[in-house]
Each structure stands twice: as C-alpha cells, then as structure tokens.
C-alpha cells in the first residue's frame, strides 16, 4: 500500500497538491485515489514506493521534467470525438471568420485550440471551413496545444478509431478520411496541415502570454477537472493574448460568470461564448 486513505496533511496530500498547482487539476474526495491509482505504476517503474519520495522526485529531482510529462500523460482525461458541440465551430467558421477577416483588411486570422487532447477538435474546425468553402479566401493560422504528449503525438499521426467519428455525418467521413485497417481511418493530408500542435501547459501562464494576438480560441472540456482558482488563472491568461474584439469558447458545461470575468457572454448563431471587449 503506498498512499495512507486519510489524506489531511499526508505526503498524497502534498502530492496532489503539488499536481494542482502545476497542471490545475483538482481531485474531489472521492476521485482522489482514482488519480493515485494512475501514479502507482509511475512510481513502480522509477522504483520509488512512497508519496512523499515521488513528491520530492517531481519537485526537486534532476529527471523531474521527463517525469511531468508521464504524469501529465498518466492524469489526462482525453476523451473527444470529431463534431463534438458543433454548434460553436459553426459560429466560428460561418459568422466570426468573415467578419473578423472583413473587420481586419485580410490579415491572418488566429485560431488557437487551446486543450485539444487527440486533434479531433481542431481537425473539425478545418473540415468545417473546407465545408463553408472558406479555405482558399480566409487566411487562417490555427494552432492546437495540449499537456498530453502521447495524445499530441496522436493528433499529429490523425489516425482515428471508429469512436472518433460517433457524431460526424458518414459523407464528410468519406470526404476526409481513407480506411487504414478494419477499425481506424486516416485523415487526408490537407487537412492535417493545417493545424500546427505544440506541448503547452495552460498553467504556465508566462509561456502562455508569449502567444500573441489570437483572435479565437477554443478551450472546451478540460476546466471541468480544474479548481475554480485555476481555471481563474487560465481565463484570466486568455483575455490578456485575445486581440480586442476576441473570442473564447469553452463547453456548454462549463460557464465561467461565476469567476467574474472580464469577458461578455455572447450568443452568436445559437452558440454560446465569451467576447473580449475592452477600451483598454
Ligand atoms: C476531455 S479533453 C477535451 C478535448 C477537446 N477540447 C474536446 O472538447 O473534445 C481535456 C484535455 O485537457 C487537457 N489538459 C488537462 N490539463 C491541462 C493543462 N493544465 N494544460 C493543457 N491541457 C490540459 C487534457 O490532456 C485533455 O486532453
């Protein structure tokens, strides 16, 4: 047994707080062994069998950094699926892409998606603007990061199970992708090249605002496991780099009125989101 159950003041304790304050990931009561569980077998493979000989090896040891990513790995929670809350990506590619592109004398408009677990997301996005026609008349650059480098490296590949496709039409699925073997399919180059992945922390907010003059991200379905206080952060971060007008987009389950936050919340086309609209 290597975590003690009462966890007031003991080293898993100390352990998970240390994870939240790094990743904003926070663990209930109840979900508190569920997330040791998954560091158990980290653990073993590095020898180590205590929380507190982990915590000092994450904080403190020379290796901690290739460590953080097997842990960031081992705690995410990747689940999506192309054409997930579609209803926004709409918004975007059908009213804000013109308009801002209009808006803006035809500069470069800057997508970012911003906690995109395995590229489904992102990948909607572009087939989406292939789908309006949009691809050859509105410049985009759309950039996608994440904190799980296995689902990055997943994302790169765009080799997806058949659970990918659950709520994508079958004629965009034969549009977009070629069968790989008898389960998986293989998303066409085209529409992977559009999207450039990169590994990015949400929490490292110095790193976060050397990304500059984004004009809408989307970052849906991870602050559900973040604490209020960290997501906070996060939100707080993406108003500083969104371009004046700018749009945040995160999941119906997700409001952010709560954290009282600078952005406005919109309805555009029958979507939700949240406006950045300043004098400053
Ligand atoms: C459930 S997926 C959401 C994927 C997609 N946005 C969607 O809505 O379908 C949540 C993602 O948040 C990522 N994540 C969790 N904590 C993060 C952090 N601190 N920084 C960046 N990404 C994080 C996880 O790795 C996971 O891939």
Redesign the pocket.
Known sequence: MMFSKDYSDSPADLLLDLIHSR???FYENGMRDLALDKLVPLMAERGINSALDYYYFLKYGQESETEWRRVETAL??????FW?EFRQIEAAVAYLLPRLFKDNMGRNIRIW?????TG??PYTLVMAMYEANLVDNIPVEIFA????SK?LAHARAAIYPKRSFRAMEQRIKEKYFTPQDKDRYQLVDKIREKVEFFH????DLERMQRIKSVDII?C???FI?FSPDSTKKVIDGFYDILNNPGYLFV?AAESLLKFGTRFELVEIKGAFGYRKTSDE
């Open positions: 990743m904003g990931l995410a929670v990747n689940e999506t699926y997930r998606h911003a906690a995109c677990a489904e997301e990061s994440d904190i799980n689902a990015m922390n949400l929490l989307f849906r379905n991870a496991y999941a």
